[in-house]
Nanobody, 120 residues
Framework: VQLQAFGGGLAQPGGSLRLSCAAS????????MGWYRQAPERQRELVAV???????NYVDSVKGRFTISRDNARNTVYLQMNSLKPEDAAVYYC???????????????WGQGTKVTVSS
C-alpha cells in the first residue's frame, strides 16, 4: 500500500496549484485523508483533512483559499490551492488512514512529499 503525491511546483503569489495524492495497493478501506506541509526549519503542520464522509477541516491560515476534496472511487485526495502566498511554500505531504483487510486496524500512511514554491 502506498500513497503517491503529484502536482507541486512553482506558482506566483496569488496563483494556484492543485495537488493530488493517490492510494494504491491492497486497500480494504480509507478513512481520513489529509494534507500536511513542512517549511524549512519548521515543524510539519496539518493543512487540511477530509473524512470518508466528506467533512473537511482546515488550518486557519488557509481557510477560504484552499479546498480539500476526495474521489473515493479513485482513492485519491486533492488539495486545490488558490491565492497562494509566499508563506505557503513548503513540502506538502498527504496521508491517509487505511485498512488493508477487515481484520486489521487502520494505519497511517504517508506520501513522499511534493514541493510547492511560491515566488515571483
Amino acid at each position: 500500500v502506498q500513497l503517491q503525491a503529484f502536482g507541486g511546483g512553482l506558482a506566483q503569489p496569488g496563483g494556484s496549484l492543485r495537488l493530488s495524492c493517490a492510494a494504491s495497493g491492497s486497500i480494504f478501506s480509507i478513512g481520513n485523508m489529509g494534507w500536511y506541509r513542512q517549511a524549512p526549519e519548521r515543524q510539519r503542520e496539518l493543512v487540511a483533512v477530509i473524512t470518508s464522509g466528506g467533512t473537511t477541516n482546515y488550518v486557519d491560515s488557509v481557510k477560504g483559499r484552499f479546498t480539500i476534496s476526495r474521489d473515493n472511487a479513485r482513492n485519491t485526495v486533492y488539495l486545490q490551492m488558490n491565492s497562494l502566498k509566499p508563506e505557503d511554500a513548503a513540502v506538502y505531504y498527504c496521508n491517509a488512514d487505511m485498512r488493508t483487510s477487515p481484520w486489521r486496524t487502520a494505519q497511517v500512511y504517508w506520501g513522499q512529499g511534493t514541493k510547492v514554491t511560491v515566488s515571483s
